[in-house]
Nanobody
Framework: QVQLLESGGGLVQAGGSLRLSCTASGNFASISAMAWYRQAPGKQREFVAVQVSGGAKNYADSVKGRFSISRNYADNTVELQMNSLKPEDTAVYYC???????????????WGQGTQVTVST
């Protein structure tokens, strides 16, 4: 069974920093992309950042220059370094991964349970 386990959320003042981490575990062949999404109260889940297996990274405009995504391919881990946090960054942050359970088969989307990030004024 494939699982994504997140950690690192919490409460921080505006202008502060937090680092989120997510580890994929279980039996699988490969991970093609790992990403972070977030969902604020009363809003839809939105894309934050992604890093694909080739190393390319992409960010939502709202976090460019402040957030940085990085993967550790050996440990099947993805981290999100969040700097210069703003109150509008407050949300539940979800790890997402496109994981192939066996070679030659298409990948499936997996989600973590979410971790709360709260930025106070």
């Amino acid at each position: 069974q494939v699982q994504l386990l997140e950690s690192g959320g919490g409460l921080v003042q505006a202008g502060g920093s937090l680092r989120l981490s997510c580890t994929a575990s279980g039996n699988f062949a490969s991970i093609s992309a790992m990403a972070w999404y977030r969902q604020a109260p009363g809003k839809q889940r939105e894309f934050v950042a992604v890093q694909v297996s080739g190393g390319a990274k992409n960010y939502a405009d709202s976090v460019k220059g402040r957030f940085s995504i990085s993967r550790n391919y050996a440990d099947n881990t993805v981290e999100l370094q969040m700097n210069s946090l703003k109150p509008e960054d407050t949300a539940v942050y979800y790890c997402n991964a496109d994981i192939r359970k066996s070679r030659g088969r298409p990948g499936n989307d997996y989600w973590g349970q979410g971790t709360q990030v709260t930025v106070s004024t």
